[in-house]
């Protein structure tokens, strides 16, 4: 079913270029895939795969399906302005990968009745492994289905309501970022206790992705896993109990609560 659609990416930056890494490495013709940008010698190693790279966004329009709109929230209206006329309820999807930006606002930006998702994945889309959560207005079931299949090819999908897209940001896409600060420092502890920086990446690497699948597959609490490696007076809890002396879990938390207050703030200025 996807395989057969054409797709255009609005939008060639960071996330817009990971959608079609992601895209491609799950074998779909990158002749079905069209994306966009001003300076369309950075989408080079695109091109070079075989997919369309245009700085004309009413064309990739006109000759697509699926329509992913990745650009930043104060591009947003311009673009819309700029392909609404083009949207056909009939032939096109809208999907925004946009933050902040309410399905409302687009609708009404657009002035039509289309199909219209609000999708939050992470960087992690490249290599298949995204977090994505999904909003939806106008959509019909064999749409639904259709953009769970193309973000599940992308990594794990959950459909939430749009009131929780803003959450959705931080704990998946700033979530990478503090999840890769958490990697960071375990590497530099490593190579403080004597592994090289190599092997200190490695072992902190795969150690974290190892206990987020023993997570996933498991479908355990996190507190279950960390009491089969803490034994009385053993090395583990004498780690832990140093690190939430620390503020390690509360800094955390914090973290993520300020992002949160930092995107309804500026969506009330």
Avoid: W
């Avoid at 929780?164 to 704990?171: E, F, I, N, Q, Y």
């Avoid at 479908?219 to 109990?241: A, W």
């Amino acid at each position: 079913m996807i395989k057969n659609k054409k797709i255009a990416i609005i939008g060639g930056g960071n996330l817009g270029s990971s959608v079609v890494y992601g895209l491609l490495k799950k074998n779909i013709n990158p002749e079905n895939i069209i994306i966009t940008r001003r300076k369309i010698e950075l989408l080079n190693d695109l091109k070079s795969k075989g997919v369309t790279v245009s700085n004309n966004n009413i064309d990739a329009i006109k000759n697509s399906e699926i329509i992913i709109i990745a650009v930043k929230p104060y591009n947003l209206e311009t673009i819309l302005l700029e392909i609404k006329d083009e949207l056909n309820s009939e032939k096109h999807l809208l999907i925004s990968l946009v933050s902040k930006v309410s399905i409302d606002e687009i609708k009404t930006t657009i002035g039509k009745k289309i199909s219209i998702f609000r999708v939050a994945p992470n960087t992690a889309i490249a290599v298949n492994e995204s977090m994505t959560c999904i909003s939806q207005q106008f959509a019909n079931q064999k749409e639904i289905e259709l953009v769970n299949l193309l973000f599940g090819m992308l990594g794990k999908t959950l459909f939430i309501s749009e009131e929780m897209s803003d959450a959705s940001t931080v704990l998946a896409a700033c979530g990478t970022a503090f999840a890769m600060r958490f990697i960071r420092a375990m590497v530099q502890g490593g190579i403080e206790i004597g592994f090289s920086s190599q092997n200190a990446s490695l072992i902190a690497m795969q150690t974290v992705k190892g206990a987020a699948d023993l997570l996933l597959q498991n479908k355990n609490h996190p507190e279950f896993e960390i009491d089969r490696v803490t034994t009385p007076k053993g090395y583990t809890i004498t780690g832990l109990n140093e690190m939430e002396h620390n503020g390690f879990s509360s800094s955390l938390i914090k973290g993520i609560l300020t992002s949160y207050n930092k995107i309804l703030s500026e969506k009330k200025s």
